[in-house]
């Protein structure tokens, strides 16, 4: 059912993604490793697991790996361990310092190293396997032993592949823009980068998920124009209106409501390791209102009352972009990413930390 809210697993429940679906399988078949980029709600995860079980099906093993909040090596190593054993994969443990082979699998030896372990692992596989790694930029403070370990994995087993997601930045921008001291320069993984529905393609999505549940529906434009071509969004409001009964108004106005708090999660999470919070906060919140350059300036300069030099601003802009917060349209023009950023109180948020900033 296309308004199911859980991520799509097979190619009948994934919308207007045919392509990009036969082109990351056509990349992986070919030996090269995949990043699929964009912005929250746009299907990166649904994808993903698409290709993995249609890989499965054409001789692949395929583990996916949710590395949300898994921010170490261990943390990854961990769960690792647990799909490979969930998995019966074949591997190449036959004399191991970092690991103990039993009947019901792996485990880890006592006083193992993690990065050791971690690359054994992944080079013992003995079955072309395809490992997904959704979110993978929460990996970034370990960006350099990460790399070391993908590097080797590259160069010594080609069964191993992978497709990561994520935003455009630390771990993932340094994947796909590998600098000569990088352990996968000249091997960047390739990249796909999803984006919104136009509206011929939410139009024909809304009208398809309606009617699967046998309802007629009649209000795109309303619907379009609030939420545009996210299909996260348009899945969340297709729920409300038509699994949950609710009225088109209220459905949309809850599908906003549930939108900001989404929203306000991804920011907090974003700002976690930023100085100067307020001063992203203030250019999110311009931007509701206005897109050139110097008037998203003018506008965060008056907000929090201070000048900001051209590079500090054009600097935080840039971490917004890469985020997949805002959008460069052309030079020295920007806009939201997605419509339910318009939507959020940044008034509130500047307020909780503009005194931890300054």
């Given at each position: 059912m296309l308004f199911d809210l859980h991520p799509k697993e097979s190619r009948d429940e994934l919308f207007g993604r045919d392509e990009e679906v036969e082109y990351v399988k056509r990349q992986v078949r070919a030996g090269n490793?995949?990043?699929?980029?964009?912005?929250?709600?746009?299907?990166?995860?649904?994808?993903?697991?698409?290709?993995?079980?249609?890989?499965?099906?054409?001789?692949?093993?395929?583990?996916?790996?949710?590395?949300?909040?898994v921010t170490t090596l261990r943390d990854l190593l961990t769960i690792l361990v647990n799909e490979v054993n969930r998995t019966r994969l074949r591997l190449r443990l036959n004399v191991s310092l970092n690991f103990i082979v039993g009947s019901a699998g792996i485990t880890l030896s006592r006083g193992s190293r993690v990065f050791n372990s971690l690359l054994e692992l992944l080079l013992s596989i003995d079955e072309n396997t395809v490992i997904g790694l959704d979110e993978v930029q929460e990996l970034s403070r370990v960006t350099g032993q990460f790399l070391?370990?993908?590097?080797?994995?590259?160069?010594?087993?080609?069964?191993?592949?992978?497709?990561?997601?994520?935003?455009?930045?630390?771990?993932?921008?340094?994947?796909?823009?590998?600098?000569?001291?990088?352990?996968?320069?000249?091997?960047?993984?390739?990249?796909?980068?999803?984006?919104?529905?136009?509206?011929?393609?939410?139009?024909?999505?809304?009208?398809?998920?309606?009617?699967?549940?046998?309802?007629q529906f009649n209000a795109f434009d309303t619907v379009i124009d609030r939420l545009d071509g996210v299909v996260g969004w348009l899945t969340l409001f297709g729920n409300y209106h038509g699994v949950r009964g609710l009225d088109v108004d209220e459905a949309l106005r809850e599908t906003i409501n549930e939108g900001v708090k989404i929203m306000v999660n991804e920011i907090e999470h974003f700002l976690e390791d930023k100085a100067n919070k307020a001063l992203y906060l203030a250019i999110l919140s311009a931007l509701r209102v206005v897109n050139r350059w110097k008037d998203i300036k003018f506008a965060v300069t008056t907000r929090l009352g201070r000048e900001f030099g051209d590079r500090e601003l054009?600097?935080?802009?840039?971490?917004?972009?890469?985020?997949?917060?805002?959008?460069?349209?052309r030079e020295g023009e920007y806009r939201l990413a997605d419509p339910i950023l318009r939507e959020v109180d940044y008034d509130k948020l500047i307020k909780r930390y503009l005194r931890m900033d300054y």
């Open positions: 490793w995949v990043v699929i980029g964009g912005q929250r709600g746009i299907g990166k995860t649904s994808l993903m697991k698409v290709v993995l079980n249609e890989l499965s099906r054409e001789g692949f093993r395929a583990i996916y790996i949710n590395a949300r909040g070391r370990i993908l590097g080797n994995v590259f160069m010594s087993n080609p069964r191993v592949s992978f497709i990561f997601t994520g935003s455009y930045v630390g771990l993932v921008k340094t994947l796909l823009k590998p600098n000569p001291e990088s352990p996968l320069y000249g091997r960047p993984p390739v990249e796909v980068k999803l984006k919104p529905f136009n509206d011929e393609l939410s139009r024909e999505f809304l009208k398809r998920g309606f009617r699967e549940l046998g309802i054009l600097n935080a802009l840039n971490a917004l972009i890469n985020y997949n917060f805002v959008v460069k349209v």
